[in-house]
């Protein structure tokens, strides 16, 4: 059975930094592309990062560009979000996803975890 | 960048009643990166049809999809209570790599 299990969220200043992570099990995880996806409080869904099953391409959008890093540890199973510079409307559940067999969908989400950006 | 506009934004339908919602695009979008996810409240979102028309495991066969283009859309040929949720329209953009949502449907018990 496919589990993805986030952690690390939690509430931060503007302008602080956070990292979350993401624990992968009941799959190769080496095999597939990796996603981090948010839902901002309005229900709206934002793809947040992209990386390849090697590691060695990421993609972002321009609202996270240069403040959102994404990583993965092939060999623990792990995949992780380097936030910072953050924002009010960086205020999201945030959600680690599995590729499917092209990466062009979201096969399978993690249950969230909430990060809130607030003074 | 494409911008998918999904209507309506809410709907109610009686149980066994047919019901239809769409994902228009303001550009054209390939087949093949048309998806439709399901959420329940408190619940991560589910791959529900993948490249327009292709049930995800475990979807009921009363659920399908169809389109091409610029209009896609998501069918329940007879309404059932387990399907209450919201449903997202989804697309993939190859260059570059970008991924958009739509703003949901929610679907409601008549």
């Known amino acids: 059975e496919v589990q993805l299990v986030e952690s690390g969220g939690g509430l931060v200043k503007p302008g602080g930094s956070l990292k979350l992570s993401c624990a992968a099990s009941?799959?190769?995880?080496?095999?597939?592309?990796m996603y981090w996806v948010r839902q901002t409080p309005e229900k709206r869904l934002e793809w947040v990062a992209t990386?390849?099953?090697?590691?060695?391409?990421?993609y972002y959008p321009d609202s996270v560009k240069g403040r959102f890093t994404i990583s993965r540890d092939n060999a623990k199973n792990n995949l992780y979000l380097q936030m910072s510079s953050l924002k009010s409307e960086d205020t999201a559940m945030y959600y680690c996803?599995?590729?499917?067999?092209?990466?062009?969908?979201?096969?399978?989400w993690g249950q969230g975890t909430l990060v809130t950006v607030s003074a | 960048q494409i911008v998918l506009t999904q209507s309506p934004a809410i709907m109610s339908a009686s149980l066994g009643e047919r019901v239809t919602m769409t994902c228009t695009a303001s550009s054209s979008v390939s087949s093949s990166y048309l998806h439709w996810y399901q959420q329940k409240p408190g619940s991560s979102p589910k791959l529900w049809i993948y490249s327009t028309s292709n049930l995800a495991s475990g979807v009921p066969a009363r659920f399908s999809g169809s389109g091409s283009g610029t209009s896609y859309s998501l069918t329940i040929s007879s309404m059932e209570a387990e399907d209450a949720a919201t449903y997202y329209c989804?697309?993939?953009?190859?260059?570059?790599?970008?991924?958009?949502f739509g703003s949901g449907t929610k679907l409601e018990i008549k």
């Open positions: 009941g799959f190769t995880f080496s095999d597939y592309y």
């Open positions: 996803a599995r590729g499917g067999s092209l990466p062009a969908w979201f096969a399978y």
């Open positions: 989804h697309q993939y953009h190859r260059s570059p790599p970008i991924f958009t």
């Open positions: 990386i390849s099953d090697g590691g060695s391409y990421t």
